[in-house]
């Protein structure tokens, strides 16, 4: 059974910083690209960023120098360290496959205030 569990989501101010975490089980999760996804209140959940196998990243523009994906294969695991942080990056944080997608985890709320 695929399973991710996020965490590392908070309340944090205007030009914070956050690290997100997410856990993965059931896959060869070396063998996958993965991504983070945003959802914010009535809008869809959005890929922002992404790492491949071999650890190449792509990011969306509105989070290129801010935000900073990795992956620890030994650990199934994929970061999130986000930087700088605005209101605009409120929403809730998913991590899934990159392309090939699974069912979604519950994410982990991410509030910036102003």
């Known amino acids: 059974q695929v399973q991710f569990v996020e965490s590392g989501g908070g309340l944090v101010q205007l030009g914070g910083s956050l690290r997100l975490s997410c856990a993965a089980s059931?896959?060869?999760?070396?063998?996958?690209?993965m991504g983070w996804y945003h959802q914010a209140p009535g809008k869809q959940r959005e890929l922002v960023a992404g790492?491949?196998?071999?650890?190449?990243?792509n990011y969306v523009d509105s989070v290129k120098g801010r935000y900073t994906i990795s992956r620890d294969n030994a650990k199934n695991t994929v970061y999130l360290q986000m930087n700088t942080l605005t209101p605009e990056d409120t929403a809730v944080y998913y991590c899934?496959?990159?392309?090939?997608?699974?069912?979604w985890g519950q994410g982990t709320q991410v509030t910036v205030s102003s």
């Open positions: 899934n496959g990159a392309v090939r997608l699974w069912p």
């Open positions: 059931g896959i060869r999760f070396s063998i996958y690209a």
């Open positions: 790492i491949a196998t071999g650890g190449n990243t």
